[in-house]
């Protein structure tokens, strides 16, 4: 069975172009695009996509499917079905699960539960130090033999820097990007929010800015140092940003990643003390959200990934000290981005699209994230005039912990494609079997 996407307009984020035409798909794969491509029939389903924007299949690289060991917050299943609903046909699952995935066996197993239970790709990144431990390396070639695609320790900065120092020498010589979590733990132990006046106002211990900074500085020494290629995560720091820029004019491999909701919201959003918002690193300042829209729109920062971490009704809903950090991200992405950056100006379309498909894919060494014949038939089809109020009683994810409920988001996903199969469209998901 072929499909054929007809009337919209092609979104190349490798070309940085836009243009209308067709595109046909068979076997998983982009048979052609063009103009009067024809292929309606029995053995050809149609998709009007006029007035719609096609785009490859948007990349996340920063997700938590929280499986094996916490499928209360999230499973395999229904964080893929959360990814497809949210317009993604690829996510990066981060590794402080329960085993860690610091070993083989972890990584198999996640792929191999991704491809029963998986509507979308699904691509293991594997722990730095066994455990997460910061101590112990861990074997990164059979973690790359095994699938994972990049190393990362996550939730905790590698503190220690001879550690860190060895492990990029060893990301390196297997072809592994390391991702970092940025925080130096003696400045923010104990912090809840960003420091500055909310949190003196609030009375919450705060979370200063240089925690990051700091740690990005010494990353990105050490990748200079070793050439190995480090992709910094949820930058949310004026100063990260204006340290990776300078990094980037040097010629070092650095690249940089920022969530939607470190470019939508700021520390005022904490003042009702919704746990929503307790993130970590956490909801900065206005100028520091300010900074981070220029880190985009200059191209300082090549990634928007949404740090996707789904946590229980019970364990979101306590007093904020108590509150695990992070919220959901995978099915209000695509609207922030389009509300929040598009439709301002930060970012035009093509822009947008190109820090959620191929610029992740590059970092990540996936052959995803365009629209060419021959390639992965992983499509994304937005409506650039849907609105829509977000409402977590909708979500596919188990997690519900999102500060942005009630918001009117504009621009939203409405067919998700992976490997020529529809396993997403508005009106609900659909087994592509």
Known sequence: MKLIIKGGRIIDPVARKMFFADVLVGEGKILAIGTDLGGEGEQCVAVDARGKLVAPGLIDMHVHLRDPGFEAKETIETGTRAAARGGFTSVACMPNTDPVADNKAVITYICARAKEKGLVNVFPVGAITAGCAGEQLSEMADLKAAGAVAVSDDGRCVANSGVLYRAMQYARMVGLPIIEHCED?????????????????????????????????????????????LHVAHVSTAGSVELIRQAKAKGLPVTAEVTPHHFSLTEEAVVNFDPNTKVNPPLRSAADVRAVREGLRDGTIDVIATDHAPHTVQEKDVEYG??????????????????????????DPVEAIAKMTVNPARILGLSKGTLAVG????????????EEVVDPARFASKG??????GWRLKGLPVVTIVGGKIVFRREGIIDGG
């Open 375 to 386: 390639a992965d038939a992983d499509i994304t089809i937005i409506d650039p005039e849907r």
């Open 185 to 229: 733990a003696g400045l923010s132990a104990g912090g809840l929010v960003h420091e500055g006046y909310i949190s003196t106002v609030l009375g919450l211990k705060g979370i200063p800015a240089a925690a990051e900074t700091i740690m990005v500085a010494r990353d990105i020494i050490l990748a200079e140092a070793t050439g190995c290629r």
């Open 322 to 347: 108590l509150a695990p950090f992070g919220m959901v991200g995978l099915e209000t992405a695509v609207g922030l981005v389009w509300t929040k950056l598009v439709l301002p100006g930060v970012l």
């Open 400 to 405: 519900r912990n999102t500060p942005f409920a």
